[in-house]
């Protein structure tokens, strides 16, 4: 490999620097909003030197939403619970679920596996008002509406063909001689699964987990729709903030850094698995 001229450094510096900033500004400028009230955030032309409060995150952990027409009461803390309890619960199903189901897609090839798959994977291209309609009546019919239950359901069309697809990809690039020479040895083929193949495709299931968490937290539709207030997440539970008296600009940013910790400190937390999972077989040969 030839080495870098000094010119090529510094030219590769500023352009790494450049696409650095375009992609963390609107985060930093996010950040900084939630320390600023509605006047200082709309002032014209803006600034990044003001004084610093921590109001709107006050008014988000108690509660209370202080604006012009008076107090409004938000649960936007209980959104967010409800937002972790969705979306973990919602994956935890869907890798108990996917990754047997994958596994079988992968090792096994039987006629319409192809066509079962692919079917599968349609729901994830599918635009959420397509199905929306026909959930809702169905859900009423059941007496799904407004439950838990049902919105875990209803996200298995987010996580379920996301974590089979790509965990599919990751058991097909591991070698099945290795298997099959556990099997030779005397073990079932459930023991193969459990202590040969999920081991070698723990980082793919792992990185696969964390894509279908951010998706089903990211989820806005099916929530607005299927579920209350006191069931909503908090991609639903925004909405609080624009009220008759104008849109709480502050309250919204401190919501959004709020909102992105979880998945921010799950994704630092996993890096390593998420790296090594989405470079797994990318080099063959």
């Known amino acids: 490999m030839e080495a870098m001229s000094p010119l090529e450094r510094i030219l590769r510096g500023i352009a790494l620097t450049l696409v650095v900033i375009f992609f963390m500004f609107p985060i930093v400028w996010i950040l900084l909003m939630s320390f600023q009230t ?65 596994y079988a897609f992968a090792r096994h090839k039987f006629r319409g596996s192809e066509d079962i798959a692919f079917t599968l994977l349609s729901f994830r291209f599918a635009p959420p008002l397509l199905v929306l309609l026909p959930l809702t009546q169905y859900f009423q019919w059941l007496g799904l509406s407004n439950t838990y239950f049902g919105l875990i359901w209803v996200y298995q069309l987010i996580c379920l063909p996301l974590i089979l697809w790509i965990v599919r990809g990751y058991f097909e690039d591991i070698s099945a001689d290795v298997e099959y020479a556990y099997r030779i040895a005397g073990h079932s083929w459930f023991a193969t699964f459990r202590k040969i193949a999920l081991p070698l495709a723990g980082p793919g299931i792992a ?11 990211n989820n806005f539709v099916f929530a607005l729709v299927l579920a209350s207030a006191d069931k909503q997440p908090v991609t639903v539970g925004a909405l609080a903030f624009v009220t008759a008296s104008g849109i709480q600009y502050g309250q919204i940013a401190a919501a959004i850094v709020l909102s992105i910790t979880p998945t921010l400190a799950l994704a630092l937390y996993a890096q390593r698995y998420l790296v090594e999972g989405l470079s797994l077989g990318a080099v063959k040969g």
């Open 38 to 102: 509605n006047e200082t955030i709309l002032r014209i032309p803006p600034s990044v030197v003001f004084t610093p409060t921590l109001d709107n995150y006050a008014a988000l952990i108690t509660g209370k939403l202080q604006t012009a027409a008076g107090t409004l009461d938000i649960a936007f803390m209980r959104n967010l619970g409800n937002s972790v309890f969705l979306s973990v619960v919602s994956v935890a199903v869907a890798l108990l679920l996917g990754v047997p189901a994958a």
């Open 207 to 217: 990185a696969a987990g964390l894509l279908a968490f951010i998706f089903a937290w």
